[in-house]
């Protein structure tokens, strides 16, 4: 019977959908995007059989002092939490999914907390990024355990032709302050990238009186982030490329520390939370015939989370925590082309290793991974089979599969649709924290389906998705408990629209992800999100306005639960180019200075403005 209704809402989309587009047609032709996260194998976005979004650099751009967080938050069936200051402890949330169940990758090499399973986004500066990529949906087969929700795929800064210079700096409210320069460049066989960037504020106190720890103090932030990147191009067949990016931090937060050997209180102690996040990528590209290429990849990362508490009064020290993990990864990808038709074989290792002060049973994982892809492409349809093979040196080796179709039902509507699985093993935190873990925890597995509708022509694009992922096993986060079944079902729809200099962009998420037999919701999940951003050039002038509308949500309030309420958020913008070179941009966020939450003890900023002036050369 759910089955039948699951189709038949898609069956009522579909119709929807293909009635409306065309009306919203345009004769305008761009350039396809490629995007490189869907397979693995760059591809234009025309072609992708996945559910993927791409946040470009002209976005990040106008996002100004913004956390990638902030930005993430426009993104199609994503959603955030926040608990603190501006770039304070954060989480996203992929089609109902919890933030250890996504993947990050910088530049393709993974990162993250082997303790919490989850990253730190709130430690990647946008103005060392060149393009994001959000692929939604259970990648598993693709990309290995814990790609339940999606991957979240960032690209730092790239070389160009020539040689292109670039700096900026910003003030805003609540003491921002941001400065940045890169320098890029492509001269003969040689390319090269390297930037720098600060950014740092007073801060502002967004903790709820009368929540557990609550200090009426300000909590700032000091961010500074490095990146380079050289490649050789040695001949037309091989080349090599090496890339390193560091973020080094400092945020306040309100705690006490634990053990609390001066009997300190969130409003007697000083603790400040100092993240860092290292990576180092070599890679070697290889084109050995016309039809088969191979990359080697090898990486190194380390997610640093170091707390440290000091008495306020007279600055004594008491105490400090660390849970740090390196990471170690390699990768070998081979792809054949055939006529119409792609086979990827991939081989990966991956070791964890974790340093803390506090004392886990396991404190090293190691997964082995093989997989093969075989995409088949035809004039009217197209399709996708992976398989992959993992041995996790805990919980032994596991299968993970996908199969995903398209159908041109003619030059405008495509079908899509794919059914894949998904595993995850518990965290060292779910299962060894002091007081918190449970060893008896057992791997989470899923089953994901999802069917859309898609139209595109000229410069308008539309999608309808609506998909369901059955999550046995699933552990709630906050309470660590192993649930028999959560069941992450919604729909997602979305439009991209231009009509020469004005641009608007649609997208409405309805999403339920229910925990089985309870019925609880997933916490931290509005049901639904409708997202607006109108853009608009005239001249030298560009104005844009991003509209986010949410319903309530519902967060952990021990012994229960508590709901949070939903709320409306509008952002505006504006930039002038000055000259060739000179420009100058301003944003607005949360004009109206509404005050909500997105995690249950916290509020947000309220009301801020941000000024800057950028220089491209």
Request: glycine residues 8%; contains cysteine; positive net charge.
């Amino acid at each position: 019977m759910k089955s039948r209704v699951f189709s038949a809402r898609l069956t009522v989309l579909s119709l929807s959908c293909a009635a409306a587009f065309p009306a919203l047609a345009q004769s305008t032709n761009t350039l396809p995007e490629t995007v490189v996260t869907a397979t693995r194998v760059a591809q234009p976005l025309t072609d992708v059989l996945a559910d993927v979004s791409i946040i470009d650099r002209v976005q990040l751009e106008q996002a100004g002092m913004q956390s990638l967080i902030d930005v993430l938050a426009n993104v199609p069936g994503a959603q955030v939490s926040s608990s603190g200051s501006y770039r304070s402890s954060a989480g996203v949330f992929l089609r109902g999914a919890t933030s250890s169940q996504t993947i990050l990758l910088i530049n393709g090499v993974r990162v993250g907390s082997a303790t919490t399973g989850g990253y730190s986004l709130e430690n990647l500066p946008l103005d060392r990024i060149e393009r994001v990529e959000v692929l939604r949906g259970a990648a598993a087969a693709l990309y290995g355990p814990d790609a339940v929700g999606g991957v979240i795929q960032v690209f730092t800064r790239e070389r160009q032709e020539g040689v292109q210079r670039s700096a900026s700096v910003g003030v805003g409210s609540d003491g921002q302050r941001k400065l940045g320069a890169s320098l890029l460049g492509q001269t003969g066989a040689w390319g090269y990238s390297l930037g720098a960037s600060h950014e740092k504020a007073k801060g502002l106190n967004v903790k709820n009186p009368g929540a557990f720890g609550f200090n009426a103090d300000v909590d700032g932030f000091d961010y500074t982030s490095l990146d380079a990147s050289l490649r050789h191009q040695i001949n037309r067949y091989h080349a090599v490329s090496a890339q390193v990016l560091l973020s080094d931090g400092e945020y306040d937060f309100d705690s006490a520390p634990f053990p609390n050997p001066l009997g300190l209180n969130a409003t007697t102690a000083r603790a400040v939370a100092q993240p860092k996040l290292e990576q180092q990528v070599l890679k070697w590209s290889a084109q050995w015939t016309d039809d088969w290429s191979s990359v080697m990849t090898a990486g190194r990362s380390k997610d640093v989370s170091v707390s440290r508490y000091w008495r306020l009064s007279d600055g004594a020290p008491a105490g400090d925590s660390r849970f740090n993990t390196t990471r170690s990864q390699w990768v070998w990808q081979n792809d054949i082309r055939f006529a119409r038709g792609l086979v990827s074989l991939v081989a990966e290792q991956r070791e964890d290793e974790v340093d803390s002060s506090t004392a886990y049973t396991v404190s090293q994982r190691k997964v082995h991974g093989l997989a093969a892809s075989y995409a088949l492409k035809r004039d009217a349809w197209d399709a996708l089979a992976t398989v992959r093979r993992d041995r996790n040196s805990q919980f032994g080796s596991f299968t993970n599969w996908a199969l995903s179709g398209g159908y041109k039902l003619n030059e405008q509507f495509r079908l899509l649709g794919s059914v894949g699985t998904t595993f995850q093993a518990p965290s060292f935190n779910q299962l060894y924290f002091p007081g918190f873990g449970n060893p008896s925890l057992t791997p989470q597995k899923g089953k994901a389906q999802e069917f859309g509708l898609r139209y595109q022509q000229g410069s308008t694009r539309a999608s309808a998705v609506i998909y369901q992922n059955k999550v046995e096993g699933f552990i709630t986060p906050a309470t660590n408990v192993q649930s028999h079944l959560a069941v992450l079902k919604g729909v997602t729809l979305s439009l991209d629209q231009s009509w020469g200099p004005t641009a608007l962009s649609v997208s409405y998420d309805h999403a339920d992800p229910r925990l089985k037999p309870s019925h609880d919701r997933v916490t931290r999940v509005a049901r639904n999100v409708l997202r607006t951003q109108a853009s608009h050039r005239h001249g030298a002038w560009k104005s844009y306005a991003e509209v986010r509308l949410s319903s309530n949500r519902e967060d952990t309030q021990f012994p229960g639960r508590v709901t949070l309420p939903g709320y409306g958020l509008l952002n505006v913008g504006t930039s002038y180019k000055l000259s060739k070179d000179l420009s100058v941009q301003a944003r607005l966020n949360n004009l109206t200075d509404k005050t909500y939450s997105l995690a249950h003890g916290f509020t947000t900023p309220g009301r801020n403005l941000f000024v800057s002036l950028h220089w491209n050369d």
